[in-house]
């Protein structure tokens, strides 16, 4: 039986050929890769090396209260600078910086007096024990109460005096000026929370008027300013844009936290603000003094000022002598121990704010702050 031949009939389905999505170009799995690796150091960096191992500097945040600009109520925390400088501070119901938990109104028997100023008197850079208030208290078995912000001007002092003596009737006001204190109180800068310091009007040689302090709010990147990665750069460090400047010899020279090239075209502007100022010091009803900050880089340096700065200690020291105010200047009190120990008074480049000998030198400086 013939066999048939068989033959395959041809399938009328045609097969279709399945593409392979293309492979992702390898430039790209390498980006992925890289920005992958980048953000869990970020997040290591953020949550465990810059709050476990080394910690940033704490921050109280800011408020507003009674119309003054201080920091936020009952905050703790270690203020830190480069390695030189780990000091706690604590932010007492007021919200300033101080080993008394709360100021009392109502007056202990002691004498009392009041310091005002800004970050000198803040003091973050020394322990909350231990800056020249609690000096003072404990030389002289006095009630020193301090009131320091960061970035004060003499303009903000004066209003600090007029809103605070009411409150705590003091047997006298003691303010703490520094050389950037002047020309800061009639310009505005930028910064955080700026705006809330009094600032003069100054308008052809007189003062024109004021403009009073901003409600203080929380800029929207507040956030950033408080991570654990800025804390440690940006405040522990001094990892800035000026510093990144000037470290590279450009920017203005500075002395004393002064522009020095402006110093003298300033002065007749100091002096028009810096006797209105004044003026309203000397009708506070209570005995004032001014004590001012030495030119300390001149003295390290055996110079006799060369930058000229020393013009304001002397502006000051006549303002103050026509008003009626008592005046220290500290330039005298730190030139005389430097000469005596060669010890600075400052923690040098990495914070020109004291440390705590010049706290301390400050203290014997003032004697009996009643």
Partial sequence: MPTAARSSAPSTSKSRATRRPADMPGWAKNLLTLLGALGFLALACEFVLFRLVMPGTDLPANAMIDGLIRWQPDSTGVYRRGNAIAAPFRINRQGWNSRHESYAEARSGKCRALLIGDSYVEAFQVEHRASLAERLEDQHGAEVYRFGISGAPLSQYVL????????????????????????????????????????LD????????????????????????????????????????????????????????????????????????????????????????????GVRQAIYDGSDDASGVRALNRLAAEA??????????????????????????DFGDVDFHWNQRGHDLAARAIGRPC
Avoid at 230 to 237: C, T
Avoid at 256 to 274: F, H
Avoid at 329 to 344: E, G, I, N, P, Y
């Fill in 202 to 293: 100054l308008n052809e040689g007189r003062v024109a008027g004021e403009t009073p302090p901003a409600p203080y709010v929380a800029p929207a990147t507040d956030w950033l300013r408080r991570s654990a990665t800025m804390r440690f750069f940006w405040y522990r460090w001094n990892v800035t844009p000026e510093t990144l400047r000037r470290a590279l010899g450009g920017g203005e020279r500075f002395a004393a936290n002064v522009a020095v090239d402006e110093v003298a075209a300033e002065l007749p502007n100091i002096r028009v603000a810096t006797e209105h100022l004044f003026a309203r010091l000397a009708r506070l009803g209570r005995p004032v003094l001014v004590a001012m900050d």
């Fill in 160 to 199: 600090m005096a007029e809103r605070l003596v009411p409150r705590y009737a003091p047997d006298r006001v003691i303010v703490l000026l520094v050389h950037n204190d002047f020309v800061e109180s009639y310009r505005r800068l930028p910064g955080r929370f700026t705006s809330s310091f009094l600032k």
């Fill in 320 to 345: 103050a002598a026509r008003h009626g105010l008592a005046f220290l200047d500290l330039h005298t009190a730190f030139a005389a121990d430097w000469a005596q120990h060669r010890q600075r008074f």
